[in-house]
Nanobody
Framework: QVQLVESGGGLVQPGGSLRLSCEAS????????MGWHRQAPGALREWVVS???????NYANSVKGRFTISRDNAKKTVYLQMNNLKPEDTAVYYC?????????WGQGTQVTVSS
């Protein structure tokens, strides 16, 4: 019914930037909140950022001022612009979409920040 496909991950040096994309297929509405979580090795999955259908966003303190979420509803895509990346940002990043009462997840994309 819903498929989310992330792309844009990779290896980047500290201080560098990456832009992640997440394209939805199947059921989609501009009203559905979307967002990103991440999971570092050996850690629990943690919330990073979310965005409502009207574009209001909230960020985890650890990424505030460095990450920016946006969405293009015509393309059914949400983006995560990540600047000034730090080694502690290394994780698998998962896109999600909330279609009450279900949260749908993508398969994840690896982001590695290392010199």
């Amino acid at each position: 019914q819903v498929q989310l496909v992330e792309s844009g991950g990779g290896l980047v040096q500290p201080g560098g930037s990456l832009r992640l994309s997440c394209e939805a297929s199947g059921i989609f509405s501009s009203d559905y909140p979307m967002g990103w979580h991440r999971q570092a090795p050996g850690a629990l999955r943690e919330w990073v950022v979310s965005i409502t259908g009207t574009g209001d966003s909230n960020y985890a303190n650890s990424v505030k001022g460095r990450f920016t979420i946006s969405r293009d509803n015509a393309k059914k895509t949400v983006y995560l612009q990540m600047n000034n990346l730090k080694p502690e940002d290394t994780a698998v990043y998962y896109c999600n979409m909330f279609v009450s009462p279900t949260v749908y997840w993508g398969q994840g994309t690896q982001v590695t920040v290392s010199s």
